[in-house]
């Protein structure tokens, strides 16, 4: 799926939306780019350009790497293809299922050259969430959890995923750094099982199990990712088999490699 850019408008009634989008557009595409590449890339003036970053980094829109002068995306636009839209559809009603099933709320996030961005959630009826991500959430890959896993799996070629400062939640809910060695063996068992699950549970009590989702019937071109955010009851903090299975299921019904079974 393509990144999405604004079409040029004249006389243009809203110029510094139009920059603004155009700058998130670039920043989606390429990736994380310093202000002298935006300004070649865009064509607009560096001082324009500077004070829509500021703007867009105060909002949470765009990051600054102080180490490399480096901006970044954390939300992403994109234009929507008919194919696309459908598998979202598609998605949105097999997420409803999951959810209600377990209680728990179900995300699905986009694969861009840029990494991983949350394009749609499902939440479950009259029951407490703690999963803090929303639509548009960029994930940071450096975190090694069951999302990080399957992209790092699935995505190709393991060099677009962070090599560098890997970390993940200890047992008392601290970030732990992780060595690569061991990141490798997590992605390795991740691409033979299909599935990955967090294995340990993040400060808000949230353990996510992640499956991915492929162009139809193509199992070589990552689409995306489905992922469940389970609330863990302190009596019972195990994996849950049950939720494997469904979201196994699910992932296949998405990829176009089974057909859902009519439960009525």
């Given at each position: 799926?393509?990144?999405?850019s604004?079409?040029?408008?004249?006389?243009?009634?809203?110029?510094?939306?139009?920059?603004?989008?155009?700058?998130?557009?670039?920043?989606?595409?390429?990736?994380?780019?310093?202000?002298?590449?935006?300004?070649?890339?865009?064509g607009?003036p560096?001082?324009?350009?500077?004070r829509?970053?500021?703007?867009?980094?105060?909002c949470?829109a765009?990051?600054?790497d102080?180490?490399?002068?480096?901006?970044?995306?954390?939300?992403?636009l994109?234009?929507?293809e008919?194919t696309?839209?459908?598998?979202?559809?598609?998605?949105?009603?097999?997420?409803?299922?999951i959810?209600q099933?377990?209680?728990?709320?179900?995300?699905?996030?986009?694969?861009?050259?840029?990494?991983?961005?949350?394009?749609?959630?499902?939440?479950?009826?009259?029951?407490?969430?703690?999963?803090?991500?929303?639509?548009?959430?960029?994930?940071?890959?450096?975190?090694?959890?069951?999302?990080?896993l399957?992209?790092?799996?699935y995505?190709?070629?393991?060099?677009?995923a962070?090599?560098?400062?890997?970390?993940q939640?200890?047992?008392?809910?601290?970030a732990q750094?992780?060595?690569?060695?061991?990141?490798?063996?997590?992605?390795?068992?991740?691409?033979?099982?299909?599935?990955?699950?967090?294995?340990?549970?993040?400060?808000?009590?949230?353990?996510?199990?992640?499956?991915?989702?492929?162009?139809?019937?193509?199992s070589?071109s990552?689409?995306?990712i489905?992922?469940?955010?389970?609330?863990?009851?302190?009596?019972?903090?195990?994996?849950?088999?049950?939720?494997i299975q469904?979201?196994?299921?699910?992932?296949e019904?998405?990829?176009g490699q089974?057909?859902?079974?009519?439960?009525?």
């Amino acid at each position: 799926m393509e990144s999405w850019s604004p079409t040029p408008i004249t006389p243009d009634p809203a110029p510094a939306l139009t920059r603004g989008l155009a700058i998130l557009s670039t920043l989606t595409s390429k990736g994380a780019t310093t202000l002298e590449a935006l300004v070649r890339e865009t064509g607009f003036p560096k001082t324009s350009v500077l004070r829509l970053l500021t703007a867009m980094t105060d909002c949470g829109a765009v990051e600054r790497d102080e180490l490399t002068k480096r901006y970044s995306a954390k939300i992403t636009l994109y234009r929507r293809e008919e194919t696309g839209m459908t598998l979202i559809h598609r998605a949105r009603e097999v997420m409803s299922s999951i959810s209600q099933q377990f209680n728990h709320t179900c995300e699905l996030y986009r694969h861009f050259p840029s990494g991983l961005t949350m394009i749609e959630r499902v939440e479950p009826d009259e029951v407490t969430v703690t999963a803090t991500a929303r639509i548009g959430h960029y994930r940071d890959l450096t975190e090694i959890e069951s999302l990080s896993l399957v992209y790092r799996a699935y995505i190709g070629d393991p060099a677009k995923a962070p090599r560098k400062g890997l970390w993940q939640w200890d047992e008392h809910c601290k970030a732990q750094s992780i060595k690569l060695g061991v990141v490798n063996q997590l992605i390795k068992e991740t691409a033979q099982q299909g599935f990955a699950f967090d294995l340990t549970i993040n400060p808000n009590g949230v353990r996510r199990y992640s499956v991915p989702v492929f162009r139809e019937n193509n199992s070589q071109s990552l689409w995306g990712i489905l992922s469940i955010a389970q609330v863990v009851h302190p009596a019972n903090p195990n994996p849950s088999p049950e939720i494997i299975q469904a979201m196994t299921d699910a992932g296949e019904i998405l990829s176009g490699q089974s057909h859902p079974v009519n439960q009525s």
